[in-house]
């Protein structure tokens, strides 16, 4: 099974980019995030045509996540359980059963700069994801938790570490939200299969940042023991981010053996 993780920066901007890319690519299952729409409005037709269904959490034009799947798609849920009070119930989670896979497509909030309220909300948020996935035994059978966490886990994470030092993305209390969810059993399938540097997901919008690859890597995808062992690759498509008004983020391909 192939599962691929997207955030696409605008469903509705670039849903012919992203059908096409994954008919291309021959993708089974797509986490997808920031898709800057509400249910209301995602092109489900576009979706239908190229084969998916598709599951969409998405309120306004700020955040939105959905999982598409033509290997089926069960057991939906949206939002994390129990209280949904401001700002938790944000379109950032949702989760599904794909051919027998626990899948959760999320996307982190910014945290904007570490003086900022939203930086607190980004951290008590990974708490309550790293509670949510526990509840939800993530860490035992086959599950997939993977999404745009707007952290970079580590300085070889970072084009200039020094620069972002003092940021958000690179922060320690960040960093220990990640490792917290790692804590739980999971493990980052694409660390473990490009250990070095250089590997990125992300490269701002500025002329040069992406062609001298001024990257970070904050899409992960953390997966339980029984889908770590069964990954035999795991990709970056840098090509997709080098089409024609792209999203500024890459796709992340996992090729699984289950």
Known sequence: MRVANWNINSIRARVEQVTAWAAASDVDVMLLQETKCGDADFPFDAFTAAGYEV?????????????????????????????QRSPFNEPRLIAADCAG????????????????????????????????????????????????????????????PNRWSRKTHA?????????????????????????????????????????????????????????????TAVEIDRAARAHERPSDHAPVVLDLAL
Request: aromatic content about 10%; overall charge negative.
């Open 55 to 83: 599951a969409h959490h998405g309120v306004n034009q700020w955040n939105g996540v959905a999982i598409a799947s033509r290997v089926g798609i069960a057991r939906v849920e949206r939002g994390f359980s129990g209280p």
């Open 101 to 160: 896979v626990r899948v959760w497509s999320l996307y982190v909030p910014n945290g904007r700069t570490l003086d900022d309220p939203h930086y607190r909300y980004k951290l008590v948020w990974l708490e309550r994801l790293r509670a949510e996935l526990s509840g939800a035994d993530a860490p035992t059978g086959q599950s997939i938790v993977a999404g745009d966490f707007n952290v970079a886990p580590a300085d070889a994470d970072i084009y200039d």
């Open 171 to 231: 922060s320690a209390e960040e960093r220990a939200g990640i490792e917290h969810l790692i804590d739980l059993g999971l493990r980052d399938v694409m660390r473990e299969h490009h250990p070095g540097s250089g590997v990125y997901t992300w490269w701002n919008y500025r002329p040069g940042q992406f062609e001298r690859n001024r990257g970070l890597r904050i899409d992960l995808a953390l997966c339980s023991p029984a889908v770590a062992d069964a990954t």
